[in-house]
């Protein structure tokens, strides 16, 4: 992507941790994960705010679909104790 905001290590940590052993992520990251734009953007610092298209696309390219677009998914993904973390 041309231009891309880097995104906060911190974001990318809690993301992959998300993603990979179903640690429940900050406010923040839980309204992004749920479409919720308002949300996100209210709970926002200023590093993320900045840099909150390249978090979505981080999102849409590196999340599996069922873990994230609406609160019941977060929820659900979070809850979902059959799977295998990565190494």
Not at 50 to 67: D, G, K, P, Q, T
């Amino acid at each position: 992507m041309d231009n891309e905001i880097p995104i906060p290590k911190r974001t990318i940590r809690s993301l992959e941790l998300y993603r990979d052993e179903r640690v429940p992520t900050g406010g923040f990251l839980r309204a992004v994960l749920a479409n919720d734009l308002s949300g996100a953007v209210l709970r926002a610092d200023p590093d993320n705010l900045v840099a909150l298209r390249s978090i979505v696309y981080w999102i849409n390219w590196e999340l599996f679909a069922s873990s994230w677009g609406s609160y019941g998914k977060v929820d659900d993904w979070l809850a979902e104790d059959d799977y295998e973390p990565r190494p």
